[in-house]
């Protein structure tokens, strides 16, 4: 298994420095790019078989590869037929270009023009969580935090709990440390499908006009209060809160309006709705010709009815 390198010529001597400083990282790992085809070999045919077999499908994202008619195009479109995991790491072009590129709502992309330290590291944490199978992904990570802990205070429990993980002692795991039950990746993508759906139905609703509005408003109750007042109830959806925080306080939906920047302190629980709207709202999509008709054009008056009169 190994990490494909997608990247354009024209940017060469950008991306070949973080290869060798991948490469480094990971030595484990098959890090491939096409320096390593041999003369002998069907370049289509051998490209399009290291990134089915690949783990990681790591996007240099720029003007150059995403040109309509950059090889990195054929590329892409190989790892999303096989499912590889992508990861778009964005060295000139923005972020926010790449997402619409992409055509993923949801996919994180790593900003790395400033090509600094930190933007390496996210880009390793990226493709380790990846690579990885979950449990040693945390026992690795708990090692690396007990050994800074007992660097900073020489003390005996961290030293324990630090020989614990460094063993691989399972059961000594739950001694050395606490913490809340994870939110899965199943429920973390529905919020994000949730919020991305509120962002579009906030979008649309702001370039109706008054009459197309008020037809709204007529067949469903509150229905600018239940598109413009997002929120989650942060005594009984506590993940859901937490998590639309983490997103916003890392730059992921801040054009979206909130309701509440603090939680929502009327008691009032928003997930069922919102399952039911994105059930809708899902259904409506899958009925277009095509997705790109779908992100294109606005949503009519009976659209928003059918999508907010789910419940």
């Keep these: 298994m190994s990490i494909f390198i997608s990247y354009s010529h024209s940017d060469k001597t950008i991306v070949e420095p973080t290869i060798a400083h991948l490469e480094l990282a990971f030595p484990d790992k098959k890090v491939f790019w096409d320096k390593q085809l041999l003369g002998g070999d069907v370049l289509e045919n051998k490209l399009r078989q290291e990134v089915c077999f690949s783990q990681a499908f790591l996007f240099f994202a720029s003007n150059n590869s995403m040109h309509k008619d950059s090889y990195c195009q054929r590329e892409l479109h190989w790892a999303q037929t096989y499912d590889t995991h992508i990861i778009p790491y964005c060295i000139s072009a923005a972020p926010e270009e790449v997402v619409d590129h992409l055509g993923d709502d949801n996919i994180f992309c790593i900003d790395a023009r400033t090509r600094d330290t930190n933007t390496f590291a996210k880009l390793c944490g990226s493709i380790f969580r990846v690579v990885s199978s979950q449990g040693e992904l945390y026992r690795k990570q708990m090692y690396l935090l007990f050994s800074i802990l007992n660097r900073l205070d020489d003390h005996e429990s961290y030293l324990e709990a630090l020989e614990a993980f460094e063993g691989g002692y399972e059961l000594n795991y739950a001694w050395s440390f606490h913490f809340d039950p994870p939110m899965s990746e199943k429920d973390c993508k529905e919020v994000l499908d949730i919020l991305s759906m509120l962002e579009r139905l906030q979008q649309d609703w702001n370039r109706l006009n008054e ?101």
């Design 211 to 311: 009459e197309d509005k008020l037809i709204i408003k007529e067949k469903v109750d509150f229905a600018e209060n239940i598109i413009m007042k997002v929120g989650f109830w942060a005594n009984e959806e506590v993940k859901q809160f937490g998590y639309l925080n983490h997103l916003r306080n890392h730059n992921r939906f801040k054009h979206l309006k909130l309701a509440f920047d603090t939680g929502n302190t009327h008691g009032i629980v928003n997930l069922p709705r919102y399952r039911n709207m994105l059930t809708n709202f899902s259904q409506l999509k899958s009925e277009q010709d095509s997705r790109i008709n779908f992100i294109l054009r606005r949503l009519e008056p009976d659209d928003f009815i059918r999508i907010l009169g789910g419940y």
